[in-house]
């Protein structure tokens, strides 16, 4: 009965390559969003889709790109992975009304080798 | 340009006594705050939130104040118990709807028996 599930929760590439992260959420939620968690610690927004459409795109470069098949999916396509990629990536949701806190799945951890 | 600052990275409190976990932001904009707790290998947990309205909220064991005038919050937590270990988030937003969270980085708290 998970909220907000993440696949796969650890994920180890080489530079160049091209990887997704899935996330899926069960709450019945209008909103979900994508983070990055880098080395240093700091939690920054990088997407988020309300139905489906695209409604914040903070400064990451275009080899990140965020589908959403439906309202329930945000799904992470990361092509040509660099070093500095490596981090953990958050998947959130939270209802489409105002001051509802974000709930988040448990993180996937990519590493660029 | 960090808006949300939790300048203190680590703190031990003895079991039974009051935790007081800080944070200090700069943007006058922000009208939402919330505090995550988080566990190793898992995603960060909602645990309380006040808006700009109020000075303070309390749930349980926890209670935020806020000082706008200062630009700073804080999570007190009373007594401490061991299940309480963990990393502290403070976030941030500036418009109602929470969507776009603006998190510090992240405050580790160690209950000590």
């Known amino acids: 009965d998970t909220a907000v599930s993440q696949t796969p929760k650890y994920l180890v590439t080489q530079m160049g390559n091209d990887k997704s992260i899935k996330c899926e959420q069960n709450?019945?939620?209008?909103?979900m969003y994508w983070y990055k968690q880098d080395s240093k610690k700091f939690l920054k927004i990088m997407f988020s889709?309300?139905?489906?459409?695209?409604?914040i795109n903070e400064t990451v470069p275009n080899r990140f790109s965020p589908k959403s098949p439906d309202k329930a999916h945000l799904n992470l396509h990361i092509n040509s992975l660099e070093l500095g990629d490596s981090a953990v990536y958050f998947c959130?949701?939270?209802?489409?009304?105002?001051?509802?806190?974000?709930?988040f799945g448990d993180g996937t951890r990519l590493s660029i080798l | 340009d960090q808006q949300v600052k939790q300048n203190s990275p680590s703190l031990s409190v003895q079991e039974g006594r009051i935790s007081i976990l800080n944070c200090d932001y700069t943007n006058s904009m922000f009208d939402y705050f919330l505090w995550y707790k988080k566990y190793p290998a898992e995603g960060p947990t909602f645990l309380i939130s006040i808006s700009s309205i109020k000075d303070k909220n309390e749930d349980g064991r926890f209670t935020v104040f806020l000082n706008k005038s200062a630009k700073h919050l804080s999570l007190h937590i009373v007594p401490s118990q061991p299940g309480d270990s963990a990393v502290y988030f403070c976030a941030a937003s500036a418009d109602t709807g929470a969507q776009k969270l603006v998190f510090g980085q992240g405050t580790r708290l160690t209950i000590n028996p």
């Open positions: 889709y309300n139905n489906k459409e695209l409604i």
């Open positions: 959130a949701s939270s209802p489409d009304n105002s001051n509802q806190p974000q709930h």
């Open positions: 709450l019945g939620h209008d909103t």
